[in-house]
């Protein structure tokens, strides 16, 4: 078998000569899971690991966390077939391998400040079990200098080994929004970067046989940095101009997506939400790039508080619903639909509407496969059992729900005069008025009463 630092496209173009490979992905969330998939599927041999265990076990269980009910399916039937396999030692598994993969992200303290010692953590064991002529690839996104000046540094300095001569180092900046649970790496427009042509080589040639398709190659990897941070900024910008123009609607009596209807524009992400996770991350990495570089970003910070507060107004709206209903908000039972995941606007809306004294329940259909700990509480096994007795219905995010709503009946099962709550703008406003709710949501300005 050749050394893939300096692999050849030939030597892998059949699952026959990518079996004799073996790939480790460290780090067990939705980037590293969907990775690990991806590779098994074209034949590789996968070990999956982490610095947390119970995300290992998680995943021998079947039932991993952060991702969709599919994946999961889908990563029990790799497992089974031998092609997916886990490791509770990282070492163990980086001295078995040909590629690694580090699908750890970085993380953020209080002050909204990077934390990579987690990323640091996991980079000196690799280093200490890495072997000559391995390739390692980082997949996710990092700050400005991270990747060589965090990843790359703390490799070399504890392998041993220099990058490009005795090890390859590349870097794949990719970023999937909180709410993307369906997505795989082979529909991905991959990118990959590296300081030197052996790495970009042969980790192009490698992420080609997953995608089936070229890949975008960089010679300069704080260009790849800075494309990525860029590209999540200007979501979360325009994701804030939408909900700035979707509360302007209401307060107007319009209806957003009416005017969405008039100017031809039937793209999801043009639609107003509370989702502000989906950037989040990004953004923050890129304002703390300019912090680092004494710079301001004016626009892009004001777009993160725009989008912040939008939880505080799906509050709002749930507050004038009930009103409308002659009910308040601190007597109210709610009952909400959707999945809740740690540390999303989701999870603050709960917060919120406890806060102000509303009582919950939760069906999220999901709850299996995310981290539901500290709402366990709130569960109920079905949408009936959820709505029943309640004041108002709020739908946060779940496209799979949507499809199996019986108006007509959950009507019968709530304390009326009851109110709903539409905060993905996916069911008209005149379907839920015609079984007899009192109907909000962002930017259906057109439809309060």
């Keep these: 078998m050749p050394a893939v630092l300096r692999v ?5 173009d059949t699952v026959e000569k990518r079996q004799a490979y073996t790939v480790s992905v460290v780090g067990c969330r ?3 899971i969907l990775y690990a998939i991806a590779f098994a599927e074209v034949g590789y041999k996968v ?17 991993p966390l952060y991702v969709s009910r599919e994946v999961a399916i889908k990563l029990k039937r790799l497992t089974k077939t031998g092609r997916l396999t886990s490791a509770n030692d990282l070492k163990s598994a980086v001295s078995q391998s040909d590629i690694i993969l580090i699908a750890i992200q970085a993380k953020f303290d209080e002050k909204i400040r990077t934390d990579y010692s987690e990323i640091e953590k996991a980079c000196k064991q690799i280093g200490n079990a890495l072997r000559r002529n391995t390739l390692v690839i980082y997949v996710g996104i990092t700050g400005l200098g991270a990747a060589e000046g965090v990843i790359k540094e703390k490799l070399e300095s504890t392998s041993g080994f220099k990058v490009g001569d005795s090890f390859g180092f590349a870097y794949n900046p990719i970023y999937l929004p909180y709410s993307q649970k ?15 042509e052996t ?61 969405l209807r008039v100017l031809g524009i ?3 992400d043009a639609a107003p939400t509370i989702s502000e996770e989906n950037y989040r991350d990004g953004v923050n990495l890129l304002l703390e790039s300019a912090e680092n570089l004494t710079t301001k970003l004016r626009i892009p910070s004001l777009a993160r508080q725009i989008n912040e507060q939008m939880t505080a107004h799906a509050v709002n709206l749930v507050q004038d619903a009930l009103r409308s209903c002659g009910k308040t908000l601190r007597r109210a039972r ?48 079905s949408v009936n059992e959820a709505v029943e007795g309640t004041d108002c219905i709020i739908l946060i995010n779940p496209l799979d729900i949507v499809k199996r709503l019986n108006l007509k009946k ?34 259906r300005g057109a439809r309060k009463t």
Aim: net charge negative; proline share 2%.
């Design 47 to 63: 070990i999956y690991t982490d610095l947390d265990q119970s995300l290992v076990r998680s995943i021998e269980k079947g039932r």
């Design 8 to 12: 050849r496209p030939e030597e892998l």
């Design 266 to 268: 039937q793209d999801i």
């Design 334 to 381: 709610i009952a909400l639909l959707g999945n809740v995941q740690f540390q999303t606007a989701a999870e603050m809306l709960v917060q919120l509407l406890e806060k102000k004294g509303a009582k919950l329940n939760l069906y999220d259909p999901a709850a299996m496969m995310s981290e539901t700990t500290g709402l366990a509480r709130l569960l109920k096994k």
């Design 410 to 443: 959950l009507h019968t099962i709530v304390k009326t005069p009851a109110a709903f709550i539409d905060l993905t703008g996916i069911i008209e406003p005149q379907k839920v008025e015609k079984e007899g709710f009192v109907y909000r949501g962002i930017g």
């Design 30 to 32: 939705q980037i590293g």
């Design 199 to 259: 790495s970009l080589a042969s980790a192009s040639v490698v992420l080609e046989t997953i995608t089936g398709k070229a890949i975008q190659r960089i010679t300069d990897i704080k260009t790849a940095e800075a494309a990525a941070l860029f590209a999540i900024t200007k979501k979360d910008v325009d994701m804030a101009l939408t909900n700035e123009l979707a509360i302007f609607c209401e307060k107007a009596g319009i209806d957003y997506n009416e005017i």
């Design 182 to 196: 369906l997505a795989t790496i082979r529909e991905q427009k991959l990118k990959i970067a590296a300081s030197d």
